[in-house]
């Protein structure tokens, strides 16, 4: 895997899943796109051994391509037929017919060389009516070396030959050529394509990119693999997001790497949506201490005039700082107790006790009372707590249900659509179509992070209408992330 691979694909999976998190203020995603991090500089010792490779590849296909045997030859052209093809499928259509050549098994030939030579002219022929004039010189220039080739050697030395070398010169300037077109191709699609349809060609790279380096070797490896891991992980749970909400409600913070050894280590399908579940299960632990809190104050019920009930406003401030904090690791430590580096507990048993001077009915609070309330925030917000594992439980159940009914909506509707044949279209159109475009629907929903539009989750314990909209902002978070690991894994996670 090379260095900053996986920064790259962090990059382009914050902008597939949650583009408000990582766009400036009053940028499209192009803007973004068009200063997109490139891939980090190379050593000067990494340029040299890349050169040292590839001249050891270019100079064994010249050998090659040089024996006098059409059986070398040919076997040889198969494989530089392949790099070819893989160099040229983003600049063609995938059933134009120079694609369709260099796929196709290579005919018996006495001349394999010159037939090549006859593929190479149509090869360039082709792309430079598709390049841009700019880049015409540059196949003219190869064009020109292909119109007067030299005589196919009969010297014994295979290296001599120079028709081979002339074979190899192109396909190579080729290669690099194509690279370059790519570029190209890619910038002009951006200029023309609107914010929809780039947000899916986003999403699409950032599966792609995704599965690839999950699948790497140096990662988990293998499809089987990840399906063992996902089965393992799964246990006897049917329902897959069902075990998720439960593992973030673990006090042990999840964690997704190789050979991971921590307790609640999730399987490979989540690597790249890890950062954004550790949010959501620091996020559900401040919904239990905010809830836990306000049944620790017992407020009376609103009345005009009366003190402002903004109790659970400035408690969700607190916490929602500390959720945000980028190092902000897990509320609650080993010894089940609110972290000293996370939320601060004097802070939290301060408004309890502003709370409780504002209501009282008595004209203060004693340093006793004072006391005591401070040693009951502590107790309220510790696991074996009886209220808190309550309203824990509560939640639990209620996001649960929510998400896998909502999952099961959308599987059922996904099937509805799939089934339905659409016969007369929906508008009628006269004329080309850009091909290119053609390939990227404006708006599709292949695992769009689109907002859904859900009734409230009114939880008894969280009714204060700052956490029923807290516990409507993580349900969102949980769904975005869970249909993207659908659309990304979906032929493992449903076999």
């Known amino acids: 895997m090379v260095p900053g691979e996986l920064e790259e694909a962090f990059f382009l999976h914050a902008l597939a899943t949650e583009p408000g998190r990582v766009l400036p203020p009053h940028k499209s995603l192009l803007a973004v796109m068009a200063h997109a991090p490139s891939a980090p500089q190379r050593s000067a010792l990494h340029a040299h051994v890349e050169g040292v490779v590839h001249k050891a590849f270019w100079d064994e296909a010249l050998h090659s391509l040089s024996s006098p045997s059409p059986a070398v030859q040919l076997s040889r052209l198969k494989l530089l037929y392949n790099d070819l093809h893989q160099a040229l499928t983003p600049l063609f259509p995938p059933q134009h017919s120079i694609l369709l050549t260099l796929a196709a098994p290579l005919p018996p030939t006495s001349s394999p060389l010159h037939s090549t030579l006859v593929l190479l002219n149509q090869v360039l022929a082709a792309l430079r009516q598709r390049c841009a004039p700019a880049r015409d010189p540059d196949i003219d220039a190869l064009l020109a070396k292909l119109a007067s080739p030299p005589p196919s050697s009969a010297s014994v030395v295979p290296s001599e030959n120079p028709l081979a070398a002339l074979v190899v010169s192109t396909l190579r300037d080729l290669i690099s050529l194509a690279d370059v077109l790519r570029c190209d191709l890619t910038n002009t699609l951006l200029g023309v394509m609107s914010e929809a349809q780039l947000a899916d060609v986003i999403r699409q790279q950032a599966r792609t990119r995704e599965r690839e380096l999950v699948l790497d070797p140096s990662m988990w490896g293998s499809v089987d693999k990840l399906k063992d891991l996902w089965t393992s992980w799964l246990g006897s749970e049917n329902i897959w997001t069902s075990r998720l909400v439960h593992a973030l409600t673990s006090p042990t913070p999840v964690t997704c790497q190789p050979d991971d050894p921590y307790p609640n280590s999730l399987p ?228």
């Open 268 to 495: 490979p399908q989540f690597f790249f949506s890890r950062p954004a579940l550790l949010y959501i299960q620091n996020y559900l632990q401040a919904l239990v201490i905010g809830a836990s809190l306000n049944a620790l104050i017992r407020l009376p019920a609103p009345t005009f005039p009366g003190p402002p009930r903004d109790f659970m406003s400035r408690i969700w401030t607190l916490l929602k700082v500390e959720i945000d904090r980028d190092d902000y690791s897990n509320a609650i430590d080993a010894k089940t107790n609110v972290r000293d580096d996370a939320t601060k507990l004097v802070n939290l048993a301060d408004e309890v006790i502003r709370a409780r001077r504002l209501f009282s009915t008595s004209p203060g609070i004693s340093e006793q009372n004072e006391r005591e309330l401070r040693a009951a925030v502590e107790r309220t917000l510790r696991l074996q707590d009886p209220v808190f594992a309550l309203l824990q439980s509560r939640l639990v159940r209620a996001i649960d249900q929510r998400i896998a009914d909502y999952m099961s909506d959308v599987e059922h509707q996904a099937r509805s659509e799939k089934d339905q044949i659409v016969r007369i279209p929906e508008t009628m159109r006269t004329g080309r179509v850009n091909e290119m475009l053609d390939n990227y629907p404006s708006g599709s929903r292949c695992g769009a992070p689109a907002k859904t539009i859900q009734p409230a989750v009114v939880v008894k314990g969280f009714e204060d209408e700052v956490l029923v909209q807290a516990v409507g902002e993580v349900v969102e978070k949980f769904v975005v992330i869970a249909q993207w690991v659908e659309s990304v894994w979906e032929d493992i996670i449903s076999s």
